[in-house]
């Protein structure tokens, strides 16, 4: 079974640039989620969708900030401008819907954007 | 609002050795827990979950962690490391399935041959 993929590994960009980041999940994993994980922090969650409606946005900074996930399956998250302090590693992952049970999120590999 | 501490930030040991991993979280409602495994430049890993019952949880790579709820902690253990062990570590907390996780910093494990 294919995991999380994310694209691209690393991006390097100026400040007040825009940024865009792609996240496919493990098909058929009905939740989808965005952290942004900081040097020496854990990671954040930005947004998470449940199928192709926003579930919780209230870390998403919305000023700069925003995220689809077109047809329930796909997604992108994408910052403008960005700042200096977004630079962070973005980690998408996707969890199953499975009715009464656990629902494991599974993790990319990360997108690492670096701002100058 | 839930919250995770991970009270070392770095943890060296030598191959062969025990090690613990502390982890203490606190929250107003029952919590499932987590501890999850990142090496460098690679996504986060599950090792091991509580979501109830035994408070002695087995995960993968020969991690357990046992969940204590009156001193609301997590801790990780390992009774003998190797240097494949050496990562980044995170305790996580959610209130349920298809909850977020709360994470904490991390503890980066260092084996040390």
């Known amino acids: 079974e294919a995991g999380v993929a994310q694209s691209p590994r690393y991006k390097i960009i100026e400040k007040r640039q825009s940024v865009a980041f792609w996240c496919n999940p493990i098909s058929g994993h009905a939740t989808l989620y965005w952290y942004q994980q900081i040097l020496g922090q854990g990671p954040k969650l930005l947004i998470q969708?449940?199928?192709?409606?926003?579930?919780?946005d209230s870390q998403l900074p919305k000023d700069r900030f925003s995220a689809e996930r077109l047809k329930g399956v796909d997604s992108t998250l994408k910052i403008q401008p960005a700042k200096l302090e977004d630079s962070a590693v973005y980690l998408c992952?996707?969890?199953?819907?499975?009715?009464?049970?656990?629902?494991?999120?599974?993790f990319g590999p990360g997108t690492r954007l670096t701002v100058l | 609002a839930q919250s995770v501490t991970q009270l070392d930030s770095q943890v060296p040991v030598f191959e062969e050795a025990p090690v613990e991993l502390r982890c203490n979280y606190s929250?107003?409602?029952?919590?499932?827990l987590f501890w999850y495994v990142q090496y460098p430049n690679q996504g986060l890993q599950l090792l091991l979950k509580y979501l109830s019952g035994s408070t002695l949880v087995k995960g993968i790579n020969g991690f357990e962690a046992e969940f204590n709820k009156s001193q609301t902690s997590f801790h990780l253990r390992k009774p003998s490391v190797h240097i494949s062990d050496t990562a980044e570590y995170f305790c996580a907390v959610s209130k349920g399935s298809n909850y977020k996780l709360t994470f904490g910093k991390g503890t980066l494990l260092t084996v040390n041959p």
């Open positions: 929250s107003s409602v029952s919590v499932y």
């Open positions: 992952a996707s969890s199953p819907q499975l009715a009464g049970g656990y629902n494991e999120q599974f």
């Open positions: 969708f449940q199928n192709n409606g926003v579930v919780d």
